[in-house]
């Protein structure tokens, strides 16, 4: 039986080099594919495999001091999902491009928000009626799925919340209550500590993502329509019979799909039907 697991830990690694040796050779000895990040903040992984390699995977991995604590999400998928195993060293785990504004220690990210766990959220918000949802993804990922009233920055690479939150747009948000969101968690804890360091005072993060959510509530509560994921799947439903929010590109139908804009040399996505084509902005001519 193949799974996939994702995890990530904020955590203190002096010598990411020397992690990353290790990690790359069990992982390769277990026979697994996928993604490992590593900075000095900590690891960011996604690997495919059999289910008792991962497990040895995971109980090996958790010896190392700073990984003890770390929570593994399993996740439908295989090796196959995967070219092959990559481990690499970069200046973070997940691209802000301000490796030097995140401090970490054994806790995880100093002056991050604090965690909320699906049920708190929903607790946070009847008590707080103003409480307002601040989506850590980029556009074409909200545009699918979203909790409902969600302010959605208009940011096509995570490289771009910082200037986002740096023009002011949402300063009118500083006194409120904000509850950070992201697909499995981790760009919400950087996200949150960057609004915190610029004054928003009442930071709150969902814990585990809308990946956890789902499980908890489908979209039966606070969640409407469905989520972007970064594989091969696209998009997948959460709840039985989400919403088509989107409006697909080539067609102007509804859809809960995303696209790759129809130029080979384009990267970006947008809202598109499976059998639908169509270009982006700059690639309009082209679809
Ligand atoms: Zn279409
Ligand atoms: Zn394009």
């Known amino acids: 039986m193949e799974k996939v697991i994702l995890y990530y830990a904020f955590t203190p690694l002096p010598d990411p080099a020397a992690i990353r040796l290790w990690q790359r050779t069990l992982a390769a000895s277990l026979g697994l594919r996928g993604r490992i990040l590593l900075s000095e903040h900590g690891i960011n992984g996604t690997l495919g495999g059999e289910m008792t390699a991962l497990k040895r995977y995971i ?21 196959a999902d995967y070219p092959k195993l990559s481990v690499k060293v970069r200046p973070e785990i997940v691209t802000f491009g301000v490796p030097d504004e995140v401090m970490v220690d054994e806790n995880g990210i100093v002056g991050g928000g604090v965690h909320l766990s699906p049920q708190e959220v929903h607790e946070l918000v009847e008590e707080k009626p103003e409480a307002v949802f601040f989506d850590g993804r980029n556009a074409y990922e ?27 747009r949402y300063d009118h948000l500083k006194q409120t209550p904000v509850i950070t969101y992201c697909t499995g968690g981790i760009r919400c804890e ?10 928003f005072e009442e930071v709150y993060q969902l814990d585990g993502g809308i990946a956890k959510y789902g499980e908890a509530y489908g979209d039966k509560g606070l ?54 084509t169509a270009g982006c902005e700059e690639h309009a001519a082209a679809g």
């Open 190 to 199: 950087v996200l949150s500590s960057l609004m915190v360091s610029r004054g």
């Open 59 to 79: 109980r090996e991995t958790r010896e190392y001091p700073g990984f003890k604590g770390m929570e593994f999400k399993w996740s439908a998928g295989s090796a």
């Open 223 to 276: 969640w409407e329509g469905s989520l972007y994921v970064f594989d091969q799947r696209g998009t997948i439903a959460i709840g039985e019979d989400p919403a088509r929010l989107a409006v697909c590109r080539d067609c102007g139908e509804p859809t809960s799909e995303v696209g790759d804009c129809s130029d080979p040399s384009c990267l970006r996505q947008f809202p598109l039907h499976r059998g639908c």
């Open 142 to 168: 909200s545009e699918v799925g979203r909790f409902k009233g969600a302010i959605r920055p208009e940011v096509s690479r995570t490289e771009e919340f910082v200037a986002e939150l740096d023009s002011g």
